[in-house]
C-alpha cells in the first residue's frame, strides 16, 4: 500500500497539510499533492519579509482554487524578550 493510499481519507475534508511561502518549493509541494490526487490544505503567515513575487505566487494558489489559510500576527500584542 503506497503512501498516499494510506494518507488518503474520503471521509475528510484534507488529507495533508502544506506549508506554503510562496516559494517555489513549496509551490512544486502541493501541485505533486495535487498531481497524486490528494486534497492539501495550505497554511501560511503573513510576514513582513514576503517579497513581492512570493506574495504574487501565494496569489496564484489562491486563484487555481487551492484552500490557503493564511494567517497573521495581531499587531496589538507586544513581543517580550527575556
Not at 499533492?33 to 497554511?43: S, Y
Not at 503567515?45 to 490557503?68: D, F, H, K, Y
Request: proline share 5%.
Amino acid at each position: 500500500m503506497s503512501l498516499v493510499t494510506q494518507t488518503r481519507d474520503k471521509r475528510a475534508k484534507y488529507d495533508c497539510v502544506v506549508p506554503v511561502s510562496g516559494g517555489k518549493d513549496s509551490t512544486w509541494q502541493t501541485v505533486k499533492a495535487l498531481e497524486v490526487g490528494l486534497r492539501p490544505l495550505c497554511v501560511t503567515w503573513r510576514t513582513p519579509a514576503r517579497s513581492a513575487v512570493g506574495e504574487n505566487n501565494l496569489r496564484n494558489l489562491i486563484s487555481l482554487a487551492w484552500t490557503i489559510l493564511i494567517s497573521s500576527i495581531n499587531p496589538r500584542l507586544s513581543i517580550s524578550h527575556a
